[in-house]
């Protein structure tokens, strides 16, 4: 990739877009087919569902609502791109090695649209499988969220009342706490798989990019596989990372309560500071395949990983001659 130049950017962005986006989209086909064979969305669904009736998803209908609207923007850009990129062929007056092998790949020509179609569906699997997965993050986020809400508006006449709802608060939380280990158990291995593809393929994508780009034409055309690889970095990291963010903010959120710790009782308060010691729980969370707690910290260091070492790969590419050009 670094040395061979005798080709059009715009073919080397297409054919980088449509390798990498095939390759995810099968690895998300498998995912959603065993996730549903498996019943394993359906466990945890109903793990969801009996933390607290799903009242802090009902409470944040309109998120739902505008994420699937999102993704049906995505689904029609999608179509609209590779419907594009499909008909740009019957156009050209030349066609690039890579157009050629895949107006081949059924034999005869004139079948090449099955390419297109196939490539439709696979799109829209890949886009149907990080739905799932930021769905169901977005569940468990609003969940806790709720929780959260509660825990701050705890207040109680007696301190009778107040043992009952903190023992209740605990009970609740261990429910919250089982849902998103089962959350981590169903996703953590797909969000391993996106992010490991996505990396390595982003860092030496930006890099041949940067070494044959010679325009802001250029920049543009290639624009399409930048924000793809953004997209689907950003979907299997932003929505886990709330998640982690919300279950760290319970403690402090129980601390802040005065009605809880004001007048003193001690029963209440050993009952509090249980409850805030469950809340101590650094690794709840959906991680990379259990290497590490997605969470805002663990992003940033990885998209500040990411630049260091295409910056120095960047320093260590062959300098373009004269001959390479022509």
Not at 172 to 181: G, H, K, N, P, Q
Request: proline share 2%; charged share 15%; aromatic share 16%.
């Amino acid at each position: 990739m670094f040395y061979q130049s005798s080709f059009y950017i715009l073919d080397m962005s297409m054919q980088l877009l449509s390798i990498i986006w095939h390759f995810e989209s099968i690895l998300s086909m498998i995912f959603l087919v065993y996730w549903q064979k498996s019943g394993q969305l359906e466990v945890l669904k109903m793990k969801l569902l009996i933390c607290q009736e799903f009242q802090g998803v009902k409470r944040k209908k309109n998120k739902f609502y505008e994420g699937a609207r999102w993704f049906l923007i995505l689904y029609i850009l999608t179509t609209f791109f590779n419907t594009a990129y499909s008909v740009k062929y019957y156009f050209e007056k030349s066609h690039s090695v890579w157009a050629l092998i895949i107006s081949e790949m059924f034999y005869y020509k004139k079948l090449r649209f099955i390419h297109s179609i196939i490539s439709s569906y696979m799109f829209s699997v890949w886009l149907t499988t990080t739905y799932v997965f930021v769905t169901y993050a977005n569940a468990a986020f609003f969940e806790i969220n709720f929780f959260r809400r509660q825990i701050q508006q705890l207040k109680c006449t007696d301190t009778v009342e107040m043992k009952r709802e903190l023992v209740q608060k605990v009970e609740t939380f261990r429910l919250i706490s089982e849902a998103v280990v089962e959350l981590d158990r169903v996703f953590r291995l797909y969000t391993f798989a996106m992010i490991a593809t996505v990396i390595p393929i982003l860092i030496f994508t930006l890099m041949m990019l940067n070494q044959h780009m010679t325009s802001v034409t250029d920049f543009l055309v290639c624009l399409p596989f930048i924000m793809f690889c953004a997209c689907a970095f950003c979907s299997v990291t932003i929505a886990p990372a709330r998640v982690h963010e919300e279950i760290q903010h319970l403690k402090p959120s129980i601390c802040r309560n005065t009605n809880i710790w004001q007048s003193y009782n001690v029963e209440v308060y050993q009952i509090a500071t249980s409850l805030a010691i469950h809340f101590e729980q650094q690794g709840l969370g959906i991680s990379i395949w259990g290497f590490a707690t997605l969470s805002r910290p663990l992003i940033l260091g990885t998209l500040s990983a990411t630049a260091m070492i295409m910056s120095l790969l960047c320093e260590l590419k062959p300098e373009r001659t004269d001959n390479d050009v022509l």
